[in-house]
């Protein structure tokens, strides 16, 4: 069973980090590709970062490209997504996702999602 949990979001400066983290109460997230992905009101959610399967390639959406890090924790059901040098463009809220496929770049090739986290960046 995958159930997925999104904690770490919060109120943070421009320029400041933030650490998001998704755990699975069930069986570990070893056999997905997972991915974040974000919204802001009255947008579509969208495609922030993704890691394959095999837990090495990984993949970015060009505005965070350099400022964020997606890597599975040490935990075999962690994800986590490090947010680096945030800017109030970030302000959204970040969905932890996860499929079966080796890695899914498009909400639809997600089978499982988060509840979301809130992340606020302020000037």
């Known amino acids: 069973q995958v159930r997925l949990v999104e904690s770490g979001g919060g109120l943070v400066q421009t320029g400041g980090s933030l650490r998001l983290s998704c755990a699975n109460s069930?069986?570990?997230?070893?056999?997905?590709?997972m991915g974040w992905f974000r919204q802001t009101p009255g947008s579509k959610r969208e495609f922030v970062a993704a890691?394959?399967?095999?837990?090495?390639?990984?993949y970015y959406q060009d505005s965070v490209k350099g400022r964020f890090t997606i890597s599975r924790g040490n935990a075999k059901n962690t994800v986590t997504l490090q947010m680096n040098s945030l800017k109030s463009d970030d302000t959204a809220v970040y969905y932890c996702?996860?499929?079966?496929?080796?890695?899914?770049?498009?909400?639809?090739?997600?089978?499982?999602w988060g509840q979301g986290t809130q992340v606020t960046v302020s000037s």
């Open positions: 069930g069986q570990n997230l070893h056999h997905y590709a």
């Open positions: 890691v394959h399967v095999n837990g090495v390639d990984t």
């Open positions: 996702a996860a499929t079966v496929l080796d890695h899914g770049l498009g909400e639809q090739e997600y089978d499982y």
